[in-house]
């Protein structure tokens, strides 16, 4: 089976950094997605890494390291329009469907 | 524009009573998913589609049946063996050979019980 470890708040400010982690177990391991859900909204897609190391996609930057079995998704610059729940996903090998962690509710305050 | 569509956006069900989700996408994807989402908590998978006139069973499709006789669509049926269907559903698809697993999601009905 596969399990996924996220924490279910976290709360920050306007104009700063908050770091949203990630650890998984899984059997076999393909990549960590990152996806955003707005209240009663549909997820989107944020970001994906396969390999380990860092990768920026403007104010959101997501790390993987494969030996630790952890993750985090960086978010910069913190906007209200960020308040959202964020989920980790992975997709075990030989499987063609994602496993969603419980998802990390961020709130931003002015 | 392309993207997938759900409907209802708000659904009601009576005891007993089997109720059927629409799902549409005119994406060209060839896998198909759907969730159920309670609150607090993450999406669960129910049933997957890869190809039309085929789909698995996901972690919870016990009391829910689906069908897939056309690539676009992928209408899920919560039947009355569901005995606590009411969450948030959600629809997804996704290119079968995307390396990043995107998977692009409907907006979602909420199912609730009379």
């Known amino acids: 089976g596969q399990s996924l470890e996220q924490p279910s708040e976290v709360t920050a400010v306007e104009g700063a950094i908050v770091q949203i982690n990630c650890t998984y177990q899984t059997s076999g391991f393909y990549g960590l997605s990152w996806y955003q859900q707005h209240d009663g909204g549909a997820p989107t897609f944020l970001s994906y890494n396969a390999l380990d190391g860092l990768e920026e996609t403007g104010r959101f930057s997501s790390f993987l390291s494969r030996s630790d079995s952890y993750g985090y998704l960086l978010l910069q610059e913190l906007q209200m329009k960020d308040s959202a729940s964020y989920f980790c996903?992975?997709?075990?090998?030989?499987?063609?469907?994602?496993?969603f962690g419980k998802g990390t509710m961020l709130l931003v305050s002015p | 524009d392309g993207g997938i569509t759900q409907s209802p956006k708000y659904l009601f069900r009576k005891e007993g009573q089997n109720v059927t989700l629409s799902c549409e996408q005119n994406?060209?994807?060839?896998?198909m998913y759907w969730y159920r989402q309670d609150p607090g908590q993450g999406l669960r998978l129910i049933y997957y589609?890869?190809?039309?006139?085929?789909?698995q069973k996901g972690d919870i499709a016990e009391g829910y049946s689906v069908s897939r006789e056309k690539k676009e669509s992928f209408p899920l049926t919560v039947t009355s063996a569901q005995k606590n269907p009411t969450a948030f559903y959600l629809c997804?698809?996704?290119?079968?050979?995307?390396?990043?697993?995107?998977?692009?999601f409907g907006p979602g009905t909420r199912l609730l019980v009379l």
């Open positions: 589609s890869q190809i039309v006139n085929d789909f």
């Open positions: 994406l060209n994807h060839d896998a």
């Open positions: 997804a698809s996704s290119i079968d050979n995307d390396r990043r697993e995107t998977q692009y």
């Open positions: 996903a992975v997709r075990d090998s030989g499987y063609s469907t994602l496993t």
